[in-house]
């Protein structure tokens, strides 16, 4: 069965995420802006997920993790939960 780490940064508008990229892209740390910014409860842990199976997530998210390169930030991904940027860690 494959599985897959990943870590988010989670937020209410495409603009602010799509200005996060941008701050990561130019080497911001995605754990500092997952601190100051991500709304989801995984803020507390630099944003990381953990190790899940697909069809844990929803879709948009699931359809990211189970097929981007790792190491590699993605985003804005929308869902019904708000914004995403989605960095894959490991998958295997």
């Known amino acids: 069965m494959t599985i897959a780490d990943a870590r988010h940064?989670?937020?209410d508008n495409e603009n602010k995420a799509k200005a996060l990229l941008k701050e990561l892209?130019?080497?911001a740390d995605f754990a500092h802006l997952v601190k100051k910014n991500s709304l989801c409860p995984s803020n507390?842990?630099?944003g990381d997920l953990?190790?899940?199976?697909?069809?844990?997530m929803v879709k948009e998210f699931n359809?990211?993790?189970?097929?981007?390169?790792t190491g590699v930030?993605?985003?804005?991904?929308?869902?019904?939960?708000?914004y995403h940027l989605i960095e894959v860690t490991y998958r295997g």
């Open 9 to 11: 940064i989670l937020v």
């Open 63 to 69: 359809d990211v993790v189970f097929s981007a390169d």
């Open 44 to 46: 507390t842990k630099g």
């Open 25 to 27: 892209n130019n080497g």
């Open 73 to 82: 930030i993605y985003g804005a991904i929308k869902t019904d939960f708000g």
């Open 50 to 56: 953990g190790t899940f199976s697909p069809g844990k």
